[in-house]
């Protein structure tokens, strides 16, 4: 794979810098070629309201083709035609699929919400995932969506209505505050948290890297580290989080996640991932001087293809004896 010259003169030193430090040297040219062009245009059917041959089948007559992804039954990529095409199709208009990256599927696979269950999604604008945990709650249970961002939560509430989600309860609070009001409450959290978005990098657009500055990493990491906490404090003992990005820095990925196991101790404890895709690595032990909690290689970061975004996903289960809870506050 030959990289071109551009990516390296247009994205800023220093993010190139850090990013080979993280990626294996065997894959760091294949991973840069990968900002170099759009990803393909996904979409998960909305199966709330239409099955996945029915939806594909209609898409077919209209001269669309897709193909299914492997590890996501209900997802599929779309090779011919393009996405303005797509939007204009009766079942993306009534909200019979929804276009989503392949990446970003991947933090509800791993939270596997089930039916009847009590669900919390903490940062959950524009709606795409909310939408996939209520396709796998078969629209039973507690669904809590929540946004603090007035602009984000108004997309967040067009997301519900267009996709049918008429059960979720849509809340607007500092995501942190759950861990006070709800502690103990709820199945399964989501923080799917704001950050450096590094992973969604390319070169063809501008606006997808410009506004890059370390700075912007410790301003999230601040706000990654209080919705963490509040989602680990909302679950019951016994119930599952995941925490999850869409950016490489470690101080924002494996960094945030080592201090919710330090500082709360007896809290919730990483459990193992059994990845569905290939493209993975484990979690970095260590980041600039800082070595991260030892299970830290529970945690996984996804390496971009020509299809998938950069992310990173670790996976909690809140330990039944978390005593320690209150003094570490």
């Given amino acids: 794979m030959v990289v071109m010259k551009g990516t390296l003169d247009v994205f800023p030193p220093e993010f190139l ?49 897709v193909d299914p992804v492997a590890w996501c039954p209900t997802a599929y990529i779309l090779r011919q035609k393009r996405l303005a095409d797509l939007q204009e199709t009766r079942g993306y208009k009534e909200g019979e699929l929804y276009v989503q990256s392949l990446s970003s599927l991947l933090p509800v696979l ?10 919390l999604d903490v940062a959950a604008a ?12 078969r629209g039973q249970g507690r669904l ?37 009001t709800d502690a103990g409450r709820f199945d399964r959290v989501l923080v799917d948290a ?9 070169t063809g657009r501008a606006s997808s890297y410009d506004y890059w500055r370390p700075r912007k990493i410790h301003e999230m990491l601040i706000k990654q580290r209080r919705l963490i906490l509040a989602g680990a404090q909302a679950l019951r003992p016994g119930g599952m989080m995941v925490y999850s ?14 201090w919710l196991m ?8 990483l459990e193992p991932i059994e990845s569905p895709i290939p493209n993975t690595m484990a ?42 809870e209150s003094h570490h506050r």
Avoid at 194 to 202: A, D, L, V
Avoid at 245 to 258: H, L, Q, R, W
């Fill in 17 to 65: 810098e850090r990013l080979k430090r993280i990626i294996p040297a065997q894959q760091w040219e294949l991973v840069l070629s990968t900002f170099e062009q759009p990803k393909p245009t996904s979409f998960r059917v909305n199966t709330l309201k239409a099955d996945p041959a029915t939806v594909c089948g209609e898409l077919m007559t209209q001269g669309f083709v």
């Fill in 110 to 119: 791993l939270l596997d919400p089930q039916p009847g269950e009590q669900i």
């Fill in 126 to 137: 524009p709606g795409g995932k909310t939408s996939h945990i209520a396709c796998l709650m």
């Fill in 144 to 180: 809590v969506a929540n946004d603090h961002n007035r602009i984000r939560f108004y997309k967040l509430q067009a997301t519900v209505r267009q996709q049918g989600v008429s059960f979720a309860q849509l809340t607007r609070r500092d995501g942190a505050s759950f861990g006070r």
């Fill in 194 to 202: 704001p950050c450096g978005t590094e992973g969604r990098f390319y």
């Fill in 245 to 258: 990005t869409c950016t490489f820095a470690p101080e924002e990925n494996e960094g945030v996640v080592s």
């Fill in 262 to 269: 330090r500082e709360h101790p007896g809290v919730v404890g």
């Fill in 283 to 324: 979690g970095l032990p260590n980041w600039e001087h800082v070595v991260f909690d030892a299970s830290i290689h529970r945690t996984i970061r996804v390496l971009p293809t020509l299809e998938m975004e950069g992310f990173f996903l670790a996976k909690f289960c809140k330990l039944l004896q978390n005593t320690s």
